[in-house]
């Protein structure tokens, strides 16, 4: 074989690795090592990741690229921000809940669920043997160490600014490992197509009201944030006939009956009236206070159907 023969088969070897070789027929040993390496890598590390539709693949780490993610609109950049300088808080005051479930019927209409799905319920509880039982409305507690924003592999769920927990259906992926982390089973998966779909589809998606609903998605209580933005109590509260619900800013100490309208101090409401949290040890730190069920308005017969504790 003569020289020129042999020169010309080693440049054929080498563009077969995507390096150019000049007149002199000199190439690095940097050059021919980094193309060797991009036509052949060793599987670097295995990771596990979850697909759109739910599948728990593996993957080669050297396969993994950046996503390109689309620019927030308007309402989903001041959803994620929050209401600066606020601090809201829930107070649930239970000697005053009659299970009337208007708090219910409210949130649903406001954030289009059906009848058989939940932001806020209310639970028939009763502690021990020995003692009385009470209705108990149940939302998301928008706890301030919460575990749901921990395990959200696509940032979709996140606590804001003035405390609230949202949730963020244009990023959610359905995985669901919110709903399994939350202590409180506050929050729902939707299964199906949405209630009245059609006649939202056109709206353009807004966070603090998490509607449209999206199909394959999850959805939880969001103390209207919509609401709070004009300056209006969360709807569950303002609906209440019971003077059940107190709603306002830890910051200014101030919370205001959505019944009555009267405003009252935050800090005294609780202090006086052994106000408490929901699983106080898992170290969640809630947002929703309760008030025990003592002195109660109404005489509880235990009848969840009975008319005379719906009104």
């Not at 080693?10 to 000049?22: A, D, E, H, M």
């Not at 590390?45 to 690229?65: C, F, H, P, S």
């Not at 709903?179 to 089973?185: G, L, N």
Request: net charge positive; aromatic share 8%; proline share 5%.
């Amino acid at each position: 074989m003569t020289q020129k023969t042999s020169d010309k088969s080693r440049r054929n070897f080498l563009k077969s690795f995507g390096v150019t070789v000049g007149a002199a027929g000199v190439v690095s040993s940097f050059s021919l090592l980094g193309a060797a390496k991009a036509a052949a890598k060793e599987p670097e590390e295995m990771v596990n990741l979850l697909t759109a539709d739910g599948q728990l693949v593996q993957v080669d780490k050297n396969q993994l690229r950046p996503t390109v993610t689309e620019p927030l609109n308007e309402l989903q950049k001041r959803g994620r921000e929050g209401i600066a300088g606020k601090s809201f808080v829930m107070v649930i005051d239970l000697s005053k809940c009659r299970n009337a479930r208007k708090c219910m019927d409210a949130c649903q209409n406001h954030h289009q669920l059906r009848a058989d799905q939940h932001h806020i319920n209310v639970l028939q509880m009763q502690d021990s043997e020995h003692t009385a039982p009470y209705f108990m409305p149940k939302p998301c507690q928008h706890c301030d160490n919460p575990p749901c924003t921990k395990v959200c592999p696509v940032d979709a769920t996140f606590k804001r600014q003035d405390g609230i927990v949202l949730i963020d259906n244009e990023r959610c992926i359905g995985c669901r490992f919110c709903i399994a982390a939350c202590p409180y089973s506050a929050r729902i998966f939707q299964w199906t197509e949405p209630k009245d779909s059609e006649k939202y589809k056109d709206l353009t998606y807004n966070i603090e009201a998490n509607v449209p609903q999206k199909k394959g998605t999850v959805s939880k209580c969001l103390f209207s944030a919509d609401r709070l933005r004009e300056d209006k109590l969360p709807s569950c509260v303002s609906s209440c006939p019971n003077g059940v619900y107190y709603f306002g800013d830890r910051n200014e100490d101030a919370v205001t009956n959505g019944t009555t309208g009267v405003t009252v101090r935050f800090s005294k409401l609780i202090e006086e009236n052994a106000g408490y949290t929901l699983m106080k040890e898992l170290g969640t730190k809630p947002r929703v206070y309760y008030l025990p069920p003592k002195d109660r308005a109404f005489k509880f017969n235990g009848d969840l159907l009975n008319e005379e504790n719906l009104h």
